[in-house]
């Protein structure tokens, strides 16, 4: 029992000294004080409000060539592991072992392609060079929208058609300037759809 009767004197003799201490500082001219906090207040209120300023577009074109290259290599790395990989393996064929749950994850991992797929061509608007690029795969792009009920439905011509916008997209994120690198996405990503 020493022990906590000494760790409680240690902790009131340290309030003790704060409180002293923060008693001393505060001085007795409480008129000085107030004046003190209503100048302060009153310059607050006096000065314009602080507006955020905006980026250069050199800034802009940076960003955009970086989130499309996180948007485009999630989308890759999706495509690659749950759809690619799988119709390689031949899990989407009849008859096939695990090719239930295959065709769910390669659904799912289409679902998140796409949804990628059409941010990065969001954000490759913001750079020209980039949107130039991309501009010729934006029906490509589109057309993914049904190809995850066809993975569903085991349409195996459909995985290609996932690799081959991929490998388009990559294409032309390169001529831009913006290599894009297979990013495999967590689950939680592709439960959120990648918001």
């Known amino acids: 029992m020493p022990v906590p009767i000494r760790r409680l004197c240690v902790a009131l003799a340290v309030c003790c000294a704060l409180v002293a201490g923060g008693t001393a500082c505060a001085g007795n001219d ?3 004080r107030t004046s003190t906090r209503t100048a302060v207040t009153t310059a607050a209120l006096n000065q314009p409000a602080a507006e955020p300023s905006p980026s250069t577009s050199a800034e802009k074109q940076r960003f955009a060539k970086t989130r499309f290259v996180a948007n485009a290599g999630l989308a890759a790395g999706a495509t690659y592991q749950w759809i690619y990989k799988p119709w390689k393996a031949g899990k989407f064929k009849k008859g096939a072992k695990g090719r239930r749950l295959a065709l769910v994850k390669a659904g799912v991992a289409g679902l998140f392609t796409y949804n990628r797929l059409k941010a990065a061509e969001r954000n490759a608007k ?4 980039l949107s130039k690029a991309l501009a010729p795969l934006s029906k490509s792009i589109e057309s993914l929208k049904d190809l995850p009920a066809k993975l569903r439905r085991g349409d195996s011509g459909a995985a290609s058609d996932f690799t081959d916008v991929i490998n388009n997209v990559k294409d032309a994120g390169k001529s831009a300037g913006a290599t894009v690198q297979n990013k495999v996405p967590s689950a939680g990503q592709l439960r959120g ?3």
């Open 30 to 32: 409480a008129g000085a």
């Open 126 to 129: 913001g750079d020209p060079l």
């Open 193 to 195: 759809g990648g918001q």
